[in-house]
Each structure stands twice: as C-alpha cells, then as structure tokens.
C-alpha cells in the first residue's frame, strides 16, 4: 500500500495529539506534580487582608522587628528583648505550598524572648511563616517565606 502525502500529514497530526494527550494524562495521574497553591477560604482571607497590612505596618513603626533563623535545634523566633515577653500571646502559622498535609499552627508561649520550632517538625523546602502576636491589646504581624 503506497501513503500519499496528505495521508502522511494526518497521521503527523494524529501521532502528535497522542504524544501530547500521553503527557496530560502522565501528569495528572502522577501524585508527585499535584501541588495545592491556594489556602482553604482563600476569598475570606482576601477581605481581611487589609488588617494584615495594618498589623505589619505597626510592628515596623514600633520597631517590634521579630527575627528568625535556622539553629541546630530547628527555627529560632526572636521577639523584641524590650517587650515584656510573658505579656507576647498569639499564633505561628507555618504553611507548606507543595504539600497541604505538612501546614502546621503553634500557640505562642515564651519562657524567655525565644521560640523555638523543633527541627523534628520541618522538613527541607519552602515554608512560608505567618507570626500573628499580641502585646498589650496591639496586634503585630511578622510574614517570611523561608527555605529550612
């Protein structure tokens, strides 16, 4: 049987789909691309957004800078060492964007102006740490996208 060349050009076409549609499904089916990019109630986080911008510029114009760093123990939070740290309450969130089941909160409570995340709860990649705290009634908000 002899292909002329019109048949050669529709069976370019119907090899090329197939190599592509092989691809699509190989991703989809493939659990190690299945990334989450947005939070749970990401529109209602939306709407208070605003009171994290607010809450970030007060922590900058109080100089209530908080400081992190990666230890041998795990990640140290430093609080500012003028703040009385047992009057310091809020939340640490740590948010994993590859993996939804690694997202994790801590209560903040100091013994002293450090907090430290043990090394056992983090794994190497990318967090990004939200630290929503209180001092005296005002509320701060310290946001970094770290690489532990």
Do not use: C
């Not at 499904?25 to 957004?49: F, S």
């Not at 500012?80 to 964007?97: A, C, D, H, K, M």
Request: proline share 3%; aromatic share 14%.
């Amino acid at each position: 049987m002899k292909i002329n060349w019109g048949t050669s050009i529709v069976l370019a076409f119907i090899s090329f789909i197939a190599f592509i549609m092989y691809f699509v499904i190989q991703m989809n089916a493939d659990a190690r691309a299945d990334h989450e990019l947005v939070t749970k109630d990401y529109y209602k986080k939306e709407l208070a957004y605003q009171n994290e911008i607010d809450s970030q510029k007060s922590a900058y114009e109080s100089g209530a800078v908080l400081t992190t760093q990666i230890v041998e123990g795990g990640l140290l939070i430093t609080f500012p060492e003028n703040y009385e740290y047992n009057q310091i309450t809020g939340n640490v969130s740590l948010y994993r964007p590859s993996n939804k089941q690694l997202d994790f909160d801590l209560p903040i409570s100091l013994s002293n102006t450090h907090l430290l995340i043990p090394d056992n709860r983090l794994l190497d990649g990318r967090w990004d740490i939200t630290i929503n705290w209180k001092y005296k009634g005002k509320t701060y908000l310290h946001k970094e996208k770290l690489v532990y």
